[in-house]
């Protein structure tokens, strides 16, 4: 009984990614990351596509033409994003205001008893 060797050949498999606009490689060793379209999903190139300007860490990837189509779009989104700031600027400073009206009102009270 006891231990036997073996010999085992094995295969390795590689998946190879190309852009779809002009069927550059992407990826590999060096670069193992792949770029696909956050919206459409088809793989793209550093020339055929691009990181969004969105906030964080990891921003979404996206082919050209799905960028550019979304130009009108992101502007709506940064208008709306702009009034709603305000608007929550707005609220508190009115909440800051209503808190330090009653901590008056409450501060003449107690002086009067």
Not at 82 to 109: F, G, P, T, V
């Amino acid at each position: 009984m006891g231990a036997k060797k073996e010999i085992v050949e094995q295969k390795v498999e590689k998946i190879t990614y190309t852009c779809d606009f002009c069927a550059k490689k992407i990826g590999g060793e060096d670069w193992p990351w792949r770029h696909e379209c956050h919206i459409c999903g088809r793989y793209a190139c550093s020339a055929h596509g691009q990181y969004g300007d969105e906030p964080g860490d990891y921003p979404n990837f996206y082919c050209n033409e799905c960028w550019k189509i979304g130009e009108d779009y992101r502007k709506t989104m940064k208008e709306i994003e702009d009034k709603m700031y305000e608007k929550i600027e707005e609220c508190e400073k009115a909440w800051h205001s209503a808190a330090k009206s009653l901590a008056r009102e409450n501060n003449q009270k107690e002086k009067k008893i």
